[in-house]
């Protein structure tokens, strides 16, 4: 079992910068692929990025590439999410996610789910 916390949500303005934490704890997540995903009002849930065991392989979003970058600390159990000229559009609850299935963008892949952290930008 896997326990994922997300923080470091909260209201900025477009432009700005936010850097989002998951802390795992229950189980060392050093051998998982973990991923971010968002979901907006009345949307469905989408993936934003994801970054392997080793933590130099990662993918994105093509809606967030260049602009968000993410991470992980393997000896602090810990997965980042660093995001910078952030958008009215990236408003959503930001979740983490072990991945445990075939796939990388699709939420059905994914195992543990953190309770998420809401992110709201303004214009």
């Known amino acids: 079992q896997v326990q994922l916390v997300e923080s470091g949500g909260g209201l900025v303005q477009a432009g700005g910068s936010l850097r989002l934490s998951c802390a795992a704890s229950?189980?060392?997540?050093?051998?998982?692929?973990m991923g971010w995903f968002r979901q907006a009002p009345g949307k469905e849930r989408e993936f934003v990025a994801v970054v392997r065991p080793s933590g130099s392989s990662t993918d994105y979003a093509d809606s967030v590439k260049g602009r968000f970058t993410i991470s992980r600390d393997n000896a602090k159990n810990t997965v980042y999410l660093q995001m910078s000229s952030l958008k009215p559009e990236d408003t959503a609850v930001y979740y983490c996610?072990?991945?445990?299935?075939?796939?990388?963008?699709?939420?059905?892949?994914?195992?543990?789910w953190g309770q998420g952290t809401q992110v709201t930008v303004s214009s």
């Open positions: 229950g189980r060392i997540i050093s051998t998982y692929t």
């Open positions: 996610a072990t991945k445990s299935g075939f796939g990388v963008t699709d939420a059905r892949a994914y195992g543990y």
